[in-house]
């Protein structure tokens, strides 16, 4: 039989209420949350709204109802009415919605160290290819899944967007995980999850830009030296991916790109092919037929 009881927490001065759901007494199992445990837990279910189709988002919400049963009346009230404190965005960013088989299996084969075979289209590739992954993290970030292990044909950690994964084949071999394998090289903070060789990057930024740019770091090795003129000069090191080129193109005039070569062309290219479009005159198809609308 379960029983609920009622306690205070908390020295005399600041105590708090906070609720404890014991079983019988063969097996004994308290829950006990505050009020903010609650509205994080509240929180945590609805930024992986963004991951519906997933057992991630689903799991959440059975797990959060499980609590709420557990909690009494004036608890859950209170819970409820609070949780019109805390937003988020519950707009999925990716369509995840029959995906979830491709996202179970690869949690299971990271649970049981099992090898996964993928058939996975790189970016930028017109085909997919098999591919022999130990699987050892499931990553998310800005919204999308992506698997980081270790791939036999590259022989070193990738990461795979699970987007791109068309299939996915659970094996019977089984792997031990490599301590050689350097896994936080792949993170790169909000560049995304990316391996690749990382290079020296210098940028300078507008007197304008730097204050929004000291208010957040991209890139876990970032280092950002303000000027006497306002502006400020930033390094990191990181690969050149397609996430840090928009990054820089979203920044326009505000961001030079000091080094290094490669990455100053690609992004000079970006803006005067941008600018070679904008500068076109753009014909609207219907109206030049004369077909107004009446």
Known sequence: RRRLRAFRAGSPEGRRVRWR?????????????????????????????????TFFHEAAISALEKIRAALPEP???????GAELVMADK?????????G?????????????RTLLLTYRKLGARSAARRQVDPYHLHIHAGALYLIGY?????AARTFLLDRASQVEVTDQTFE??????????????LGPWSGRAVPVRLRFSAGAAPLLAERKI??????????????DVT??????????RWLVGWGADVTVLSPAALVATIRRRHETALKKTSRPVTDPVTSRGDHAR
């Open 177 to 190: 995980r490599r301590s050689d394998l350097q896994l936080d090289a792949v993170l790169q903070g909000d």
């Open 219 to 232: 890139h876990p090795s970032q280092v950002t030296r303000l000027r006497l003129d306002g502006s400020a």
């Open 91 to 99: 707009r999925p960013l990716r369509d995840y919605r029959g995906r």
């Open 236 to 245: 990191l090191a990181a690969p050149v991916t397609p996430w840090l080129v």
């Open 75 to 81: 608890m859950l009230a209170r819970a409820d009415a």
């Open 101 to 113: 088989e491709i996202v179970r299996k690869v949690a299971d084969a990271i649970d049981q160290s």
């Open 151 to 155: 791939c036999h044909e590259r022989k």
């Open 21 to 53: 759901l014991v079983e019988g007494p063969k097996r004994r199992l308290s829950i006990t949350l505050s009020f903010s445990e609650m509205l994080a837990l509240t929180a945590g279910r609805d930024l992986l709204a963004g991951l519906a189709g």
